[in-house]
């Protein structure tokens, strides 16, 4: 990679940090950190999260049609999931074990939190579970793929992508036979230092 893109990489990891700091900074407000993995808030907040909750019965009345009608395709979405979830442990435990890379770590991408927040409801929180689980999953997937991408095939596509993972900076451009023919195997060893 040339020195202007390194150049241009390493402000962008700067300006990701500062983002990420002022997004914390402003969740600073709302709650006091973490405790033993659980969100601490003080009293008063927790008084005014418990008086803003809905109740169940208004919930569901309030609820529009279009939304109770979709609940079966979107909790029908749980089995698929589950399918996904034991065939990344299953790829994972066979194929990164040959391949002598680390394993992406399940509890790094789906995080199941939001239901201890006191202004939610019963069915809020059943929601925000099955949203944890649905989404960390496919981010989790994501990035098995995005290792095994690199471990085959490290290249860039002619066309942009909607949306890169973190290593897809890295690949090589695409048509560049010369650099994949002689860095393929030094694209496999990085992914031996992955955390």
């Not at 402003?26 to 003080?42: I, P």
């Not at 394993?103 to 949203?131: G, P, T």
């Not at 993972?165 to 002689?182: E, P, Q, V, W």
Request: charge should be positive.
């Amino acid at each position: 990679m040339n020195e202007e893109i390194e150049k241009l990489l390493s402000e962008l990891t700067k300006l990701e940090g500062q983002i990420e700091e002022a997004i914390d900074a402003k969740s600073e407000k709302f709650f006091q950190g973490l405790k033993g993995g659980k969100a601490q808030f003080d009293e008063a907040t927790l008084s005014a999260h418990r008086a803003v909750k809905t109740g169940i019965d208004k919930y569901i009345f309030k609820t529009n049609l279009a939304t109770l009608l979709s609940i079966p395709f979107v909790y029908g979405m749980m089995v698929p999931f589950v399918i996904l979830d034991l065939g990344l442990f299953i790829y994972q435990m066979t194929c990164f074990s040959l391949w002598q890379i680390p394993k992406i770590r399940r509890s790094d991408f789906i995080i199941i939190d939001r239901q201890s927040l006191a202004y939610l409801n019963i069915i809020e929180k059943i929601n925000c579970v099955f949203c944890g689980y649905g989404n960390g999953l496919l981010a989790y997937g994501h990035e098995i793929a995005s290792v095994t991408e690199q471990y085959w095939c490290p290249i860039k596509h002619a066309k942009r992508p909607a949306v890169t993972h973190k290593r897809y900076k890295d690949f090589l451009a695409f048509g560049d036979a010369d650099g994949f023919k002689k860095s393929s195997d030094l694209y496999r060893q990085k992914l031996k230092q992955i955390e």
